[in-house]
């Protein structure tokens, strides 16, 4: 389904739901009963979750002008055995 905007003259803009190509270039409107012209806009293509839409901005930014290290990251840290017969353990 797609959604097809129209504007009334007299109570403003509205939606409505339809099958693609199924929409007429004018409606009645359903809160007065004019006539109202379709409206083009934008297909609503580019909506994402904000978080993956963030995380694709920054892997296409870093394409061109990768971000700058200024340290080396710390050293992750060993877990210490909670059992004392793992301690005797040989390590690597």
């Given at each position: 389904?797609?959604r ?7 109570c ?10 199924a929409?007429d ?6 809160t ?6 379709r409206?083009?806009?934008a ?13 694709r901005?920054?892997e ?12 080396v990251p ?18 690597p």
């Amino acid at each position: 389904m797609v959604r097809y905007e129209y504007r009334c003259p007299a109570c403003g803009p509205w939606t409505v739901a339809l099958p693609m190509g199924a929409a007429d270039a004018h409606r009645t409107c359903p809160t007065c009963g004019d006539p109202a012209p379709r409206r083009w806009s934008a297909p609503l293509l580019n909506r994402m979750d904000p978080t993956v839409a963030g995380e694709r901005s920054r892997e296409e930014a870093s394409r061109d002008v990768p971000g700058v290290v200024t340290s080396v990251p710390p050293a992750a840290r060993r877990r210490t055995p909670s059992d004392p017969r793992q301690a005797r353990l040989p390590r690597p």
